[in-house]
């Protein structure tokens, strides 16, 4: 079983920005699909984005389309989120999970239960 492990949550004011990272264990991290979830308070887990296995893909929520990119370094099992010009309402807890392997049905990465292993979750908090 893979382990993920975020990093790079805090606190920040509306317009700023923030990276978050999610450190990948073991080989085969290039054979599957990366993405990013997020929880705000009282609210159900949603899809934020989504990288291919070579990163040549992305597939982002309409909510952060613009504002945020996901990148990955496959040679240091990282996946990365570059979130710029955040809101309020972007304020959860982050998680990565990993997605389909390799040859899987891409444009099901919005859906989680297409993600076996999760992360613990880093918390961002966006001040007005």
């Known amino acids: 079983q893979v382990q993920l492990v975020e990093s790079g949550g805090g606190l920040v004011q509306a317009g700023g920005s923030l990276r978050l990272a999610c450190a990948a264990s073991?080989?085969?991290?290039?054979?599957?699909?990366m993405g990013w979830f997020r929880q705000g308070p009282g609210k159900e887990r949603e899809f934020v984005a989504a990288v291919s296995w070579s990163g040549g893909s992305t597939y982002y929520a309409d909510s952060v389309k613009g504002r945020f990119t996901i990148s990955r370094d496959n040679a240091k099992n990282t996946v990365y989120l570059q979130m710029n010009s955040l809101k309020p309402e972007d304020t959860a807890v982050y998680y990565c999970g990993r997605g389909p392997r390799y040859g899987g049905t891409w444009y099901a990465v919005p859906r989680d239960y297409e993600y076996d292993s999760w992360g613990q979750g880093t918390q961002v908090t966006v001040s007005s």
């Open positions: 073991g080989r085969t991290f290039s054979s599957f699909a």
